[in-house]
């Protein structure tokens, strides 16, 4: 069964970077494509970003587009997300999620199919 161990993350301030990392159990992950989810508090969970297993990325928050990227090194089974110019509205959950298709779906939905969920990794925008 595949299995997402997600690291990184944390806090910063407003205008800094984060980078959160999304490793994958086995080879089998490169076959995947990785949606990226947020849930803010008292909020819910939206899919903002998504990554293909051709390398091809799919952004679903047009405010997003320009900071956060997403990348994937096979060599290591592993997606990253990087997030720079952060505001205090970019607090929140960060999960990963491998879908169930080779390629990004044009809607991402946290409920639409049943994917293979990292635990989650805080993010803290704050000064």
């Known amino acids: 069964q595949l299995q997402l161990v997600q690291s990184g993350g944390g806090s910063v301030q407003p205008g800094g970077s984060l980078r959160i990392s999304c490793a994958g159990s086995?080879?089998?992950?490169?076959?995947?494509?990785i949606g990226w989810f947020r849930q803010a508090p008292g909020k819910e969970r939206e899919g903002i970003l998504c990554?293909?297993?051709?390398?091809?990325?799919?952004y679903y928050i047009d405010s997003l587009k320009g900071r956060f990227t997403t990348s994937r090194d096979n060599a290591k089974n592993t997606v990253y997300l990087q997030m720079n110019l952060l505001g205090p509205e970019d607090t929140a959950v960060y999960y990963c999620?491998?879908?169930?298709?080779?390629?990004?779906?044009?809607?991402?939905?946290?409920?639409?199919?049943?994917?293979?969920w990292g635990q989650g990794t805080q993010v803290t925008v704050s000064s």
């Open positions: 999620a491998a879908l169930l298709t080779l390629e990004c779906p044009s809607v991402l939905t946290p409920d639409g199919d049943d994917y293979y």
């Open positions: 990554i293909g297993h051709s390398e091809r990325a799919a």
């Open positions: 086995g080879p089998v992950s490169n076959y995947h494509s």
